[in-house]
Nanobody, 123 residues
Framework: QVQLVESGGGLVQAGGSLRLSCAAS????????MGWFRQAPGKEREFVSAISWGGGGTYYADSVKGRCTISRDNAKNTVYLQMSSLKVEDTAVYYC????????????????WGQGTQVTVSS
C-alpha cells in the first residue's frame, strides 16, 4: 500500500513557475513508477509526466515537454514536478499516482492516487 499526498499547488500568473511535491508513505516507494496527471474542469484526466522507479527514465506529455521536469528523491519518498512557463491551459487539479511496474501513460494503469492539488494559472 502507498499513500500519496500532493502539495505545492496554487495561483500563479502566466509565465510563472510552481513546484509540486508528492509525499508517499509506505516501505517500498522506490519500487514504484510515479506519475503526474491532471484534470481540468469538464475534461478527462490526462497524463503529464512519469518517472521510473530508479529515476533513470522520465516521460512527458507533448503539452508540457520542455516546460516541466519530473524528479524523485527515494530517500525522502517524494516525487516532484517542476513547472515553468505556465500557461492558462495548465490550470487543473494535479494528481500524483503510483504503479508497480514499468512506466505507463494511461491513468487506469496506476494503482494508487493522491487527492490532488489545484493549480490555477491566471492571464
Amino acid at each position: 500500500q502507498v499513500q500519496l499526498v500532493e502539495s505545492g499547488g496554487g495561483l500563479v500568473q502566466a509565465g510563472g513557475s510552481l513546484r509540486l511535491s508528492c509525499a508517499a508513505s509506505g516501505r517500498t516507494f522506490s519500487s514504484y513508477t510515479m506519475g503526474w496527471f491532471r484534470q481540468a474542469p469538464g475534461k478527462e484526466r490526462e497524463f503529464v509526466s512519469a518517472i521510473s522507479w530508479g529515476g533513470g527514465g522520465t516521460y512527458y506529455a507533448d503539452s508540457v515537454k520542455g516546460r516541466c521536469t519530473i524528479s524523485r528523491d527515494n530517500a525522502k519518498n517524494t516525487v516532484y514536478l517542476q513547472m515553468s512557463s505556465l500557461k492558462v491551459e495548465d490550470t487543473a487539479v494535479y494528481y500524483c499516482a503510483a504503479r508497480y511496474g514499468p512506466v505507463r501513460s494511461q491513468s487506469p494503469e496506476y494503482h494508487y492516487w493522491g487527492q490532488g492539488t489545484q493549480v490555477t494559472v491566471s492571464s
